[in-house]
């Protein structure tokens, strides 16, 4: 029928037919059989889940688990619409913790597909049940033999109805989307053991594990990258969430390896998403982005699964709070820990430095860049201490001035010449370090804006202006104490403000000072890390500027001991070439 054409006669569709068409938002494709088979099994208790397609899922789908099984009464029940054990009303779904609740999803496999179960609740007794397509073909219930737990198994999947059949992709695609399905499952329940086999062929084999981490690097990453991940763990009102985290050395260039699980449910959350982009801000390249997984795990009275037929979207009472917690751990861990960057890696890894050899630079121009540099001489920032470095070693005093662990030692890095009016070049052991003077000096004055407060300089006189928003207006107020550990001194006054004080070696104009301070709403709740970004750029020495040998010398070696060698951006802040590949780049070897 078109559209157009006169409906006039409203009928009611009949019962099955009304059926299947719901149906199809459960099961929508083979991985979705998948799915609810797998949220079965862990919801019956099982240990062990094995999995097995043929023909990318339609032909056929199958879960075996040894959770609790069901007796013939409940296998009976189990395939009726709106037939569950998990809730008893709505009410329910505020405490209810299991992956399924509506009672459907079985009812629907049974809708689109010939389902076989076989299940037995105590081992020795066991029944098998056949039903479907559809409601036409009587359920049917036999003697059957297997140990505790059920194989629950979908054949021919959308046989019957050609519409929707036409809509599967090809076996291939298909069957990768049941991989991810149950990749997902196993990434949320590492404590349970998973096998998935495809067309008789042996897949993935993921045995039970004690932490997220070692799953997630099992069955997310290649081999060898789980050495790159972290764990940690926040919490709120509430709520707990696991956070997996790849260091910078795992980035992708999409978000595609970034997961969140909301109470052992994979959802689609680009919130949560981005609240793991937030914290670690500054660690990745830019234009690139972590791998890791959010582990929400959320009072169910706090949220609500019911809101997507596939239950692949979530909704939250306080989802700021959430976001919150995400963003500030990450944050708080990158900045205490220091992801483990090149530099830890590499054959020269330092494990302590000397300061003395601190010299003033002699800049040729410039204001702002001098006095960051003076500061910075004055002042060194302070690292997180390296893995292996004690909490007591005081800087300044271990010889020799560098040592690498596990490594030979190579005595003092020379100074080698600046290129390019940007690279200084460093050479030692057998390597050459060519390091961006910029992104060094900034990434140093960054770590500093954030480790401890900004030196401020009181104002001649004092900048005053107007927002042009109540929303500016409000921002100032909630964050004036904030901005004051910035550097900024701000006060009401009258309608307006007035700045008094400034970070020391500030050298914007007044009009484009509002302008930054204004912007900064923007950072939401990252603003000490927007502002330590614009005060270390505007105040890094510049492509250009010319060090003299032993300041170029002192930032080099400061840039070779960074703990997170990359800028506030992201750019990497040095590189570096092995005598072995430029003599191989000249035949010499
Ligand atoms: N593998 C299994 N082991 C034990 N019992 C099972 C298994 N699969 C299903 N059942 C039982 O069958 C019932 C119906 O399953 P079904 O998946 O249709 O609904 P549900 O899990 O209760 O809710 P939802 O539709 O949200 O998944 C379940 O409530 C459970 O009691
Ligand atoms: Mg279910």
Redesign the pocket.
Known sequence: MRIGECLRDIMVLPPQEARRIAAGE?IDRPAALIR??I???I??GASVIEVSIEGGGAKKAEVS?N????DRD?LER?VLPH????IRSLDDLDTVE??????????AAVAVARLEII?SAAGGEAWRLEAGPGEERPVHVSAASRTR??T?RALSLYESIPARKKFLKREGSEALLCRQVFIDKALAFPDITFRFTQDARPKDFFPAVSSKKERFAAAALDTNEGKFLHEIGVSGEGFSVGLVIGGPELFRTDKRMLYVFANGRRIQDYSLINAVEYGTQGWFPNGTHPVGAVYLDIDPSLADFNIHPAKREARFKDPGAIHHAISSGLRDFCRRHGLKSGAEQSAFRITNYNTDWLTLPNRHEGTGGALAMKALLDNPPEFAPLPGQGQNETRGEAQPVFAAEDAPVYGEPRYAGTVFGVFILLEWGDKLFIIDQHAAHERILYDRFLSQPVPRQELLVPVSFTTESAEDDSFLEAKKQELATLGVIIEKDGNGWRISALPSGWSLTDPQTVKEILSLREAGENIAERWAATLSCHQAVRDGDQLDAGAALCLGKEALMLPQPRCPHGRPVWTEVSREALYKAVRRI
């Open positions: 459960v609810e088979f949220d079965n099994a919801d019956a688990d959770g609790s099984g069901m409940n189990a037939a569950t054990s998990k299991t992956l399924g609740f509506r009672g459907e999803a079985l009812a299940s737990g059920s629950v």
